[in-house]
C-alpha cells in the first residue's frame, strides 16, 4: 500500500492543528488570571526604625519620712510618658491584592504564614492608634492565628478588575532580638494560584536607661545595690525629655 500521499497530506494538516493550538494556547496563557501581593507602596520590602528601651541598672530611693513629693511626681509623669509610647512598637501593615493579569480574579483569598520568630499580630479596630488613620474596611474580612493572617473579601467584592487592587492591614508588634521577618504569602483564586515572599526589617536605636524602686525603709534595698539620693535629677531629665517631644 502506497502510504506516501497519507503522509503528504497529513503532515500539511497536522502542522496546521499544532500551529492553531499553539496561538490558542499562547492567547489563553496570556489571558489567564494574574495577581500578586505587595505592601502599600507597592514594594516587597518595608523597613522600620523603631526606638527600643534597654535596661542598664537597677537603682533604689528611699522616700524621706516627711516628704514624698519628688517620687510622686516622678511616678506620676513617668506613668504618663509610658501612656504616650506603649503603641510605639506596633506598626501598621498594610497589604495590597494587585491584580496584574488580563483577566477579572475571582474568588480569592490570601493566606500569610510570618517566618523569621516571635511577633504579635492585631486586626481589631482598637489595636490601632488614632496616627494610624485605619479604615474599618481595611480590617474586614481579615483573620489572625498566631502567626498566620488570612484575608477574604467580603461578599459581595470577591472580584478584583483587571489592574486593581485590593487593600487590607494589621498591626505588627516585632520582638526586639528580631530584625528580619519574612512573609510568606499564596494567593488562591479561581484558576489561580501564585506564592511569594514579602519581607519586614527593623533598624532599631537602643536607648539604655536607669529603672528606678522607690522603697519606704532601708531593708527593702538589696545588698550591694545602688542607691540614689537625690531624685530631682531625674525628675528634671524626663521633664526634658517630654519637653523636646511636646508632650
Known sequence: MNTDWIIETALPIATFLCSVFGVFGFFRSVRKPNAHLRFAN???KITFTPLYYRKKSDKYYMDPPTDCYDSHAYIEMHKHYNKLHEDDCKFLIPFQVINTGKLQLEDYRVEINVVGGKCQLLHSKDNFKEGDNIQNSLLDGVSINRLRIEYEPVAPLKKLNQKDHDDFAIRFTPDPDVLQYEL???????????IGRLFITFAPTIEEYDELHFVNCQRDIPEGAEVIKDLKPYILKLAEKMKKEGV
Open 184 to 194: 510568606h504569602w499564596r494567593i488562591i483564586a479561581k484558576d489561580f494560584y501564585r
Open 42 to 44: 507597592g514594594k516587597r
